[in-house]
């Protein structure tokens, strides 16, 4: 009888193990293989591409993921997506949309207390619609002007690391370990890209499409060109870091000599909006029949505003040279 039992309790326990080790591996397959998922299934188009990295620390809420899945097939999201993985930002497109509606809200009720007026409200809520528009475009723009910074050292340890024997995917993940932000991050997307599989060329067009640059496009045809015909792929990359370099030094001193002329841009632009805000809180009287004539003083703001922003774009585009 004793045999017996501990004949099938060595059993049980047998059969425990196998269970838990079936347990383990499955959950392990599981695991490995939602995060290969992230970097190949996903990549069927560019834009689920870019979703890729929107990764949110906690799961949304159910009204977070109804909202995202009925503006999921919307060309503006695609857009919205495109420049929040620009932008870096770990948003989802339910969430930058919910941010427009919390800014717009916020700037109505604050430019009524602040005007008195229900109109003055309203124009302030339709300013507000674009506060998280302006927010995402300079964190998009200073990513990117960043990268075009960082660009030339990038390729000069690119160089370096080539010259010292390392592969062209260990050069990758050099520029990775030891680059600032954002170039660090970037290359760090290719080199993962690069070892589960997807084809280096691919890859760095998903890092050109992250990080649209004219120089980075250079750098990624000379690479895929040495990598189908040959050659030395460190001369090559030095020679276009001369080349950016003249290009980074020459665009900070176009935008030297035309800081002047972009100032007075804004300046223009800015002035004749803060006197008239100004000489309505200061003499109510003066500018009131302005802003309640609806007649003939809102065609007036409105022909005035138009002619303000014709004004701005045309001195924008003069004091931007392209080259």
């Avoid at 930002?89 to 005007?115: N, P, Q, R």
Wanted: glycine residues 10%; charged residues 20%; hydrophobic residues 45%.
């Amino acid at each position: 009888m004793e045999l017996i039992i501990a004949g099938a309790a060595g059993v049980l326990a047998v059969i425990i193990l196998i269970m838990g080790i079936i347990s383990i591996r499955s959950e392990r397959q599981e695991e490995i293989e939602d995060r290969l998922g992230r970097y190949t299934s996903e990549y069927g188009s560019l834009m689920t591409e870019f979703e890729e990295f929107q990764v949110q620390p906690e799961e949304p809420s159910i009204l977070t993921q109804r909202l995202d899945k009925a503006l999921a097939d919307r060309e503006f999201a695609k857009k919205w997506r495109v420049q929040l993985a620009r932008a870096d930002l770990k948003l989802t497109v339910a969430e930058y949309f919910s941010l427009h509606i919390i800014a717009g809200i916020g700037a109505a009720v604050a430019g009524t207390f602040l005007f008195g007026t229900p109109i003055g409200g309203g124009i302030a809520g339709i300013a507000g619609l674009f506060i998280p528009r302006f927010y995402v475009a300079r964190k998009q723009s200073q990513r990117l002007n960043a990268f075009q910074e960082q660009l030339p050292d990038t390729l000069s340890l690119w160089v370096n690391a080539l010259r010292s024997g390392y592969s062209v995917l260990q050069s990758m993940e050099a520029i990775a370990k030891e680059s600032p932000e954002p170039t660090a991050t970037e290359f760090k997307r290719v080199v993962q890209e690069v070892q589960l599989g997807i084809p280096m060329e691919d890859a760095l067009d998903h890092l050109l499409a992250r990080l649209p640059n004219d120089n980075m496009d250079l750098v990624n045809t000379a690479v895929n060109i040495q990598r189908e015909v040959g050659g030395n792929l460190a001369e090559i990359l030095e020679s276009i870091g001369h080349t950016i370099r003249d290009r980074v030094k020459l665009d900070g001193e176009i935008r030297v000599l035309t800081s002047q002329g972009r100032i007075t841009g804004w300046v223009i632009s800015v002035l004749p909006i803060l006197l008239t805000v100004f000489l309505y809180f200061v003499s109510p009287g003066y500018m009131g029949g302005m802003i309640e004539n609806r007649m003939c003083g809102w065609p007036m703001l409105g022909c005035g505003l138009g002619l303000i922003g014709t004004g701005a774009a045309i001195i924008q585009k003069i004091v931007k040279i392209d080259y």
